[in-house]
Nanobody, 114 residues
Framework: VQLQASGGGVVQPGGSLRLSCAAS????????MGWYRQAPGKERELVAD???????NYGDSVKGRFTMSRDNAKNTVYLEMNSLKPEDTAVYYC?????????WGQGTQVTVSS
């Protein structure tokens, strides 16, 4: 399984960005998809994830501002980020879990700065 993330960039505080993560390759049954992020000097933290048949979970710091959606036909997950803050600056990584194995995307940089 290969993951291609895109959509990162530089945005001013209060702005919006939309990240995409497309999965390709030997996809049989994806159990979960989601996003983590890692800022310099900090541990990787959950942004959002969704498991098959379950609702989406969001990290406390992004609740109400970020929305994750999934297009099953395209094996793609999206992360709509609104009301961005400087503390959202990080490398964002998408992942999928299939057959108990975790696959990671290459990461995309999001920088929130005036």
């Amino acid at each position: 399984v290969q993951l291609q993330a895109s959509g990162g960039g530089v945005v001013q505080p209060g702005g919006s960005l939309r990240l995409s993560c497309a999965a390709s390759g030997s996809i049989f049954s994806i159990n979960a998809m989601g996003w983590y992020r890692q800022a310099p000097g900090k541990e990787r933290e959950l942004v959002a994830d969704i498991q098959s048949g379950s609702r989406t979970n969001y990290g406390d710091s992004v609740k109400g501002r970020f929305t994750m959606s999934r297009d099953n036909a395209k094996n793609t997950v999206y992360l709509e980020m609104n009301s961005l803050k400087p503390e959202d600056t990080a490398v964002y990584y998408c992942y999928v879990i299939q057959l108990l194995r975790v696959y990671w995307g290459q990461g995309t940089q999001v920088t929130v700065s005036s």
